[in-house]
């Protein structure tokens, strides 16, 4: 098949409050990150990576894909977290000629995610009356790319970021990676699944999207008004390794808190930092 040119374009739902009561000093309420969610399209079909969250962030990317008049033939989720695929089985319905798909590892601990118990313990204790009842899984990929008008699609495994058995899409005609979370653009990252070891296997994680050479690199959770720069990698490198040099020196979590804040004052949402400040320091 030829190959046809590629576009992408990317829908920022906008951070939402959450339930959560453990707030630092200077807030008044706990916010969700802005999540995204990218169509890759060429002239005729799409494919669209990571579907949101809540009933409402779903029914407004349905909208927004349907406006760029493509067909979309599959869904791509590049790892575990709810945020980023619980609003997949309305994605579908919406668009019936669409294939969900992960790998086959991200499909695995999905299935955790996807629990009753952890859906009423974790997501709808905070985002209540928020939640799809309709939970679908993507289907394990069989090879590790998906192809689009030509285009071949590279899902990269990345093992731990902000979360285990993480991914990342690669596509090489745009020089540009969706990153997930191994990425975040101008927003606190969530680093309460991630110890000292953790952080390290993430530091080698961006090392592998480097390596792409990407000239374009879509973040997970990112500021809707900046650019999507391949600068973004080596930005959350920085904050990982500021993150943890604190830590060591904090005595405690609102110290670290504070300390990340003099580096970090305008980075978006800092409910995230106080959730990752308190899972390092208590």
């Known amino acids: 098949m030829p190959q046809?040119?590629?576009?992408?374009?990317?829908?920022v739902a906008p951070g939402i409050p959450t339930t959560v009561t453990d707030l630092p000093p200077d807030l008044d309420r706990r916010m969700w990150s802005p999540i995204s969610s990218t169509l890759i399209y060429g002239e005729r079909d799409a494919v669209l990576v990571d579907p949101l969250m809540t009933i409402s962030q779903a029914d407004a990317l349905i909208e927004w894909?349907?406006?760029r008049d493509k067909r979309l033939t599959a869904v791509y989720v590049t790892h575990a977290h709810g945020d980023h695929w619980f609003g997949l089985a309305k994605v579908l319905k919406a668009f019936p000629d669409a294939h969900a798909l992960a790998l086959p590892h991200v499909v695995e601990r999905m299935h955790a995610q996807a629990s009753p118990?952890?859906?009423?313990?974790?997501?709808?204790?905070?985002f209540p009356g928020q939640i799809p009842t309709d939970l679908l899984l993507p289907e394990p990929m069989q090879g590790n790319f998906?192809?689009?008008?030509g285009n071949r699609l590279e899902a990269v495994p990345l093992g731990h970021t902000d979360t285990d058995d993480t991914t990342c899409l690669h596509v090489p005609s745009l020089d540009l990676v969706l990153a997930g979370d191994a990425v975040y653009n101008n927003v606190h990252l969530y680093l309460a699944e991630s110890p000292e070891e953790g952080r390290k296997q993430w530091l080698a994680a961006l090392d592998v999207i480097e390596n792409l050479?990407?000239?374009?690199?879509?973040?997970g959770h990112k500021d809707p008004q900046a650019p999507d720069a391949a600068s973004d990698i080596s930005a959350t490198?920085?904050?990982i390794h500021n993150f943890a040099r604190l830590a060591d020196e904090?005595?405690?979590a609102l110290d670290l808190y504070e300390a990340m804040l003099d580096i970090y004052p305008d980075r978006i949402?800092?409910?995230a930092l106080w959730g990752s400040a308190r899972f390092a320091l208590g």
Request: aromatic share 14%; no cysteine.
């Open 4 to 11: 046809g040119q590629l576009t992408y374009e990317v829908f």
């Open 65 to 67: 894909v349907a406006a």
């Open 117 to 126: 118990e952890f859906v009423e313990s974790f997501w709808n204790t905070r």
């Open 146 to 149: 998906i192809e689009l008008e």
């Open 213 to 219: 050479n990407p000239r374009l690199v879509v973040a």
């Open 237 to 239: 490198r920085a904050y």
């Open 250 to 252: 904090a005595t405690s």
């Open 269 to 271: 949402n800092r409910g």
